[in-house]
């Protein structure tokens, strides 16, 4: 529990690249350091009104996600670093969406945004 009190993130810019894969930066604002080999098991959820998905880490198929860290120059996810994290949907992003980022830790951080 200590983990979820020192975890927080925010969601810095998401762009849709179009209406197929949409790219977004999330910062690690608070004290807990995140081992990147943790993230595969982090959750994401995507939707609009029609449509949701929970995509898969590294699919080979969509829905899927990867992620790289994009100031750091270790193995940690540390306190003021961003990742930048691509999505692939199954479906087609069109109007307002909703993203949500749930660590493994059960932290999250959520936003909307529209293509």
């Not at 200590?2 to 849709?16: N, S």
Request: with cysteine.
């Amino acid at each position: 529990m200590e983990d979820q009190f020192k975890t927080d993130l925010d969601i810095i810019f998401i762009y849709p690249n179009g209406t197929n894969n949409v790219s977004v930066w999330i910062k690690n604002i608070g004290s807990s350091e995140i081992p990147l080999e943790q993230i595969k098991y982090c959750d994401i959820f995507l939707s609009n009104s029609e449509n949701f998905c929970n995509p898969d880490f590294e699919a080979e198929a969509k829905p899927s996600w990867r992620y790289k860290l994009v100031n750091g120059e270790d193995d940690i996810w540390s306190h003021g670093e961003t990742v930048e994290l691509t999505i692939e949907p199954d479906f087609i992003m069109n109007g307002k969406c909703q993203l949500s980022f749930f660590l493994y830790n059960g932290v999250s951080v959520s936003d909307t945004f529209s293509t």
